[in-house]
């Protein structure tokens, strides 16, 4: 069988009975890093000497069909760096070609930082949203965001240090400057932190720098709708911002729900007024 088995995602302490036993028994592991796999074994005190097997995004593709293969004659473990393999991690292409063949698949649940920063964000919990990591360019995660500025449930994403102040700064302008969020950082170590507050608030707080690994928890957008001339009025602005009027009527249509055709033809017609 193939067997997704679940990482400490910070504190070693994390690590289950179960995991523990299932790496010590195990006689293949695919491992994203095979170093850091290999740390983490010895971190446990687990002294067999399991073969390691790099699986990781370049590779992936490519090795999935054997790692299959054996997986139809032996118990395959398939490991991350952190937290659950195939969420923003290596392991999703094996696990459908497994499904695919009839192949078993089972798992060893363990930490995920999506849920472990949903639950402290303070945010609404009965609904929400996965997101991954948001697109490195800057006028593509706009337009993801937009198209993600009505919805109602909380939204969890991934982010680097390097580029979180400019996702919150793209956030607070799809989604309103004060829309509540959380960026909650090195979850389960020492320096864990989680930072509550409005979007334009975290955006120039994250302007000094954030250090570590890092989830932000984004309250979904409110019940109230913005009218009509609430509406033109924000198209306004942002053309006086800079942003062209077509792109500025799509993003307000995307975050209140009305007519971006509307919008940009009332837009108009105020200009001529």
Known sequence: MLIIAGTPIGNL???????????????????????????????????????????????????????????????????????????????????????????????????????????????????????????????????????????????????SPSRIADALGAMAEAFGHDRPAAVCRELTKLHEEVRRGGLAELATWAEDGVRGEIVVVVAGAPETAASPADALAEVQRRVASGDRLKDASREVAAATGLSARELYAAALAARGA
């Open 13 to 159: 302490g994390d690590a289950s009975q179960r995991l523990r036993e299932t790496l010590a028994s195990a006689s293949a592991i695919a491992a994203e890093d095979t170093r850091h796999t290999g740390q983490l074994l010895r971190l446990l005190g687990i002294e067999t000497r399991p073969e390691l097997i790099a699986l990781h995004d370049h590779n992936e593709r490519d090795r999935a069909a054997s790692l299959v293969d054996r997986a139809e004659h032996e118990d395959i473990v398939l490991v991350s760096d952190a937290g659950m393999p195939t969420v923003s991690d290596p392991g999703f292409r094996v696990v459908q070609l497994a499904a695919e063949r009839g192949v078993l698949v089972t798992s060893v649940p363990g930490p995920s930082a999506v849920l472990t920063a949903l639950a402290v964000s303070g945010l609404p919990t009965d609904r929400f949203a996965f997101e991954g990591f948001l697109p490195r360019k800057s006028g593509e995660r706009a337009r993801v965001l937009s198209s993600l500025a009505p919805e109602r449930r909380t939204l969890v994403f991934f982010e």
